[in-house]
Every structure is written in structure tokens, then in C-alpha cells.
């Protein structure tokens, strides 16, 4: 069993990652840190977590811990990404890893140097949702992919957010914006060539709000719009020569609806319907990640794949700020 130990009580951990890691086959969660050892000692009797530490570095130091769980706020991610591989710890770190390509270097060097799984955790790519996407494309299920179009909103003005907080690393597009580009690029296996942006913030906060994207993929189009001041909404539709592959809810299906896929021909005569029961898919990147840890076969998310992805991120922030293309 690989032994996790979490890093913060955040509510992604508590609500969704830390109970995937206990009902994984292969891992356990171990340990948990936090600032407020109140909240630590509180989550580990909620989850029977056996060690409690009063410090992250604490924890790092270890020899219980194997592999630690990052959700800490995103401007603290490359830090202690690199300060847990530098301690010889694997590591699953929330998304985005970084907040800039150029940090990923950083992230590689501590991987490289101290042989380690370092890896973003973009619980997507182990949805057997996206999967059988990848799949349907990849066997040409709708002829020659030509467009895809997404959406990913939310609504929150909560100033204590750290959603909307700048120093934190708030904004839609590394919450959010991150998804519509690694769920064309897993299913695709395409990159970005170049890209048009619109990008708004928020007078009070700062952060950006809303982002309407145009990205050139060579093959394709990819556009998609993602807010965290809409109406919620998630969506990714893959439009090819022979038909159509609709994502129902891409992304949050516990909050967005069905974990469904339905396959549409080119004239609407024939419809196919895939459905996913309880895909679990924090249990299976828990799993995969374990796996890979123990230097098994699995296909997990690289940081050169996490690199190539901020990328694209990074493009879109520049392309917001001028008219036309800017390169990926």
C-alpha cells in the first residue's frame, strides 16, 4: 500500500481525494498536516487517518509518509511540489501545478534529481469517460475531427475565496480554464498551434471572470468559454465529417448531471448513448498514481504533458491582450 499523507484540510482533500484514497486498492492515507492542527486531528478521526503532524515539513521528514496529496492554494503548489520531492516523496499535486510554464522546470529538475513521481492531478484522464472519448475519435467513430466547443462556468463573489484572490492564485482560467485544454488535448492528442482570446476581471477582485478562447489545434478548432460569474454550466462537444460526440458532464458529473457520452451520426438517424456508473474517478487517479509510484505500468499525467498544458494557458493570457493570433 502506498502511504499518502495530505497536505492541508482543504475541501477537495476532505470531500472528494481523501475518500477516493481510502477506498483505493492500493494506497492508504497516512497522514495528514495542516496550520491548524485542530482541523488536522478533527479530518483524521473523521477518516481513521493514524498520524497527525504539526507541520508540513514535519510530515515531509517522515518515513510513514510515501507519497503526499497537494491542495493547498495554487500560488503554493511549484513550492512544496519541489520541497516534497526534494524530501524524497512522491507526488499528486492539485491543478494547476504551476501558474506559469516556466515553473514547471523547477518541478522536473526536483523530479529528475531525486527520482520521483511527480504527477498534476487531472482526475479526468482516468475517467473511463474520457477514455472511451479518446477511444471513439481515435477509431474514427465520427469521421474527421473538426471542432470542438466547451464551456465550463461557475458563480461565486465570494471575496474569501481564494478562487478570487490574486496572491492565492485565483481566476477562472487555473481553475477552470485548465479543463477544456487537457480534456481536447488527452482525447486528441493534438497540441495547440496557436490561439485568439477574450478575457475579462472582476473590478473589485482583480482575478479574471471570463474567457472566450479560439484555439488553432492544425487538424481542428478548439473554442470554449469558461466564467466563475455564470450560471453553471459544463460541456464539450467533439464535431467530426461523420457526426458528433457530446460530453454531457465533462467534468463534475456528481454536481453537473450523468456521466453520459452519446454519440450522434451525420444525418441525426442514429444516436448511441454510453453510460458510466459511478465511474470514480479520484479513486482511479489514486490507483493509476499508486501504480506508477511502484514503478508499475500506468498511464499517468506527466509534468511534461502539465508543462505543455500551461502552455496553452499562458497563450491565452497574452492573446487576451492583443488582437489576432498568439502563438502557443
Known amino acids: 500500500m502506498l502511504r499518502f499523507g495530505i497536505i492541508s484540510t482543504a475541501k477537495i ?58 491542495p493547498l492554494p495554487t500560488s503554493q503548489h511549484a513550492e512544496w511540489a519541489i520541497k516534497a520531492a526534494d524530501a524524497g ?59 470542438v466547443q466547451g464551456a465550463f462556468t461557475y458563480f461565486n463573489r465570494d471575496p474569501g475565496n ?51 478562447v479560439r484555439a488553432d489545434f492544425g487538424d481542428f478548432e478548439l473554442s470554449f468559454y469558461i466564467s466563475t460569474q455564470l450560471a453553471a454550466r459544463q460541456i464539450m462537444v467533439f464535431h467530426g465529417t461523420d457526426g458528433f460526440i457530446e460530453v454531457k458532464s465533462p467534468f463534475n458529473a456528481d454536481r453537473y448531471g450523468a456521466e453520459e457520452i452519446e454519440v450522434t451520426n451525420v444525418n441525426h438517424a442514429e444516436s448511441r448513448h454510453y453510460r458510466f456508473q459511478d465511474a470514480r474517478q479520484y479513486r482511479l487517479e489514486a490507483e493509476a498514481f499508486a501504480r506508477a509510484a511502484r514503478g508499475e505500468e500506468a498511464e499517468v499525467v506527466t509534468l511534461e504533458s502539465s508543462k505543455k498544458n500551461q502552455l496553452f494557458i499562458d497563450a491565452i493570457y497574452r492573446a487576451s491582450e492583443k488582437d489576432g493570433w498568439e502563438t502557443v
Open 13 to 70: 482533500g476532505r470531500e472528494l481525494v481523501i475518500p477516493a484514497i481510502q477506498d483505493a486498492e492500493n494506497c492508504v492515507v497516512a497522514g495528514i498536516s495542516s496550520r491548524d492542527k485542530e482541523k488536522a486531528e478533527a479530518l483524521a478521526a473523521r477518516f481513521s487517518i493514524p498520524h497527525v503532524y504539526d507541520s508540513h515539513e514535519e510530515m515531509l521528514a517522515s518515513d510513514l509518509i510515501d507519497a503526499v496529496y497537494i
Open 89 to 147: 516523496k512522491h507526488v499528486l499535486c492539485e491543478k494547476p501545478i504551476a501558474l506559469k510554464a516556466a515553473e514547471i522546470d523547477a518541478i522536473i529538475a526536483a523530479r529528475d534529481r531525486n527520482n520521483v513521481l511527480v504527477s498534476e492531478a487531472y482526475m479526468v484522464t482516468y475517467s473511463p469517460v474520457w477514455r472511451r472519448v479518446r477511444m471513439l475519435i481515435a477509431e474514427g467513430a465520427i469521421g474527421r475531427l473538426r471542432h
Open 162 to 212: 481564494m478562487r478570487n484572490i490574486p496572491e492565492l492564485g485565483g481566476g477562472g482560467l487555473p481553475d477552470i480554464g485548465v479543463y477544456p485544454a487537457i480534456s481536447t488535448r488527452f482525447s486528441t492528442g493534438k497540441e495547440p498551434i496557436r490561439v485568439q482570446a477574450t478575457t475579462e476581471r472582476d473590478p473589485q477582485f482583480g482575478t479574471d471572470i471570463y474567457s472566450s
